[in-house]
């Protein structure tokens, strides 16, 4: 089972949608979990770290729950602008550097 | 100014050869790393440094050998490059605060390597 596991797409939505991405790890002393946005031949970017308790910032909703080991990133009101390849993020274990381990990415494609 | 800077962006080079890729960031980081993003897109580590000092070797072959002269720099040597070395290689640097990781990765624009 692959550590952090996601949906590769790509999801192919009109402008206005709202678009769900879900995610699963296999750890479950994982600590830190974050969302992250790469363009087509560019550096991944940080979108949004993920709470326990959710959080939102403007369209972008994250979710986190820890009994199940599953982590979502809602997209509301779709935008072309939000066409790009998203990762799931997780940094496993306590203490180990920091390491981060990366989902294989959902491709999202909005069309006008 | 670019926080995560690398050189070159793009390297190609034939088989055999030895190349390296410079790394530096501006944000005062203590955590420097080196992944590679192959065909398929997938990221993964090879390499994390920690206020110089090595921390994550991720069975990486030999014939890659990171550098860190200080905690802003950490360099990616490779010798007799091979094919399958042909990949997307990106530097990040992080602040881990008591070896937790909160605020993620800020990454380099990556350094497109080919060889031939």
């Known amino acids: 089972r692959k550590e952090v596991e996601q949906d590769p797409g790509p999801f192919n939505v009109p402008e206005g949608a709202t678009v769900a991405f879900n995610c699963t790890y296999s750890?479950?002393?994982?600590?830190?979990f974050f969302w992250y946005r790469q363009d087509c031949r560019k550096e991944p970017k940080l979108l949004m770290s993920?709470?326990?308790s959710g959080n939102e910032d403007g369209r972008f909703t994250a979710q986190l729950n820890r009994a199940s080991q599953y982590i979502s990133l809602l997209i509301r009101d779709s935008k072309l602008s939000d066409s790009a390849t998203y990762l799931c993020?997780?940094?496993?274990?306590?203490?180990?550097?920091?390491?981060?381990?990366f989902g294989q990415g959902t491709e999202l494609s909005v069309k006008p | 100014d670019t926080a995560v800077s690398q050189t070159p962006k793009y390297l190609v080079t034939q088989m055999g050869n030895d190349k390296s890729i410079k790394c530096e960031q501006n944000?005062?980081?203590?955590?420097m790393y080196w992944y590679k993003q192959d065909s398929k897109k997938f990221l993964k580590i090879m390499f994390s440094y920690n206020n110089k000092e090595l921390i994550i070797n991720e069975t990486v072959p030999n014939r890659f050998s990171p550098k860190s002269p200080d905690k802003a720099h950490l360099n990616l040597h490779i010798n007799s490059l091979e094919l399958g070395d042909s990949a997307v290689y990106f530097c990040?640097?992080?602040?881990?605060?008591?070896?937790?990781?909160?605020?993620?990765?800020?990454f380099g624009s990556g350094t497109r390597l080919t060889v031939v």
């Open positions: 944000l005062g980081h203590d955590t």
């Open positions: 750890n479950s002393a994982s600590q830190s």
């Open positions: 990040a640097s992080s602040l881990s605060r008591g070896g937790q990781l909160n605020y993620g990765y800020t």
């Open positions: 993020v997780v940094n496993p274990i306590y203490n180990q550097g920091g390491k981060l381990i």
């Open positions: 993920v709470y326990s």
